[in-house]
């Protein structure tokens, strides 16, 4: 796996001030994350959905490949919280809520199955996404990634979704708002957040499976307008790449 460092700064208006190797495909990891908890958001506003409402937690999945199944394994989740409710009942919101600022592994396959994988596709369009940034399955989702389906993001197009969670386009502006002061919750905080002030407000969203690690980012500071940072990373080990996109959050901030 060649190494690749992808990287875009902008306003929410996506004119970049800095970018590179803007259109180049990335495993999208638990970026994926995101669409499906906008496309949650977005049922709620319809009244299709009530986020307060309990669901059964459980761990197996009917796949994207017809007729096949798959089971998630707790050892490979950041969030035990969902997983210590197996069996029983959580609020949507509350799993919603996990699969963000924990990366729920468990918690966005559970979400998935709710809103359906065209409704991600939705928010996807509706955020203006191109063709090279797709979401077709679930995390853990073995006959489907055997089969070549997988989940795939640029860093433009992460770029375009976390601007419009920003600026309160992609669904109503409270489900825009709860979303990003869900990100700002995010439990892991090593890699935008380390290059960037300390008054600096940020709603960030990792990615990370061997070999890829990602950040998405919302940034507010006092003295500057709103922006959008986002870095992925591809064939580099995990500590360097933490280190790596610390430093070119840095960078980029510094330059902006």
Sequence with gaps: MSELISFWFSGLDLVPTQAGNV???????????VPVAVAAYRMADADELDLD??????????????????????DYDQDPDTWAALGGELPLREVVGRSLSHSGNLAVDLVLEI????????VLADAHCSVMSQVERGIE?????????????????????MARIADRTLASAAA??????????????????????????????????????????IIRHPD????????????????????????????LWEMG
């Design 141 to 161: 989702d073995t006959p489907a990634r055997l089969a070549g389906i997988d989940n795939l993001v640029t860093v433009h197009d992460m770029a375009r979704i």
């Design 53 to 74: 409402a309990p669901i059964r937690i459980h761990d197996e999945f009917d796949s994207m490949v017809a007729g096949e199944r798959f089971r998630l394994s707790e």
């Design 224 to 251: 500057r307008e709103p922006a959008v940072m986002v870095i992925l990373t591809t064939g580099i080990d995990d500590d360097e790449a933490t280190f790596q996109i610390s430093e070119v959050a840095r960078r």
């Design 115 to 122: 809103v359906g994988i065209d409704r991600v596709k939705a």
């Design 23 to 33: 259109n180049q495909q990335h495993y999208a990891a638990s970026l994926m994350k």
């Design 176 to 217: 825009c708002e709860e979303l990003e002061e869900v990100m700002r919750a995010q439990v892991d905080r090593d890699a935008i957040p380390l290059g960037l002030p300390e008054d600096a407000v940020i709603a960030n969203k990792t990615g990370e499976i061997e070999g890829v690690l990602h950040d998405a980012a």
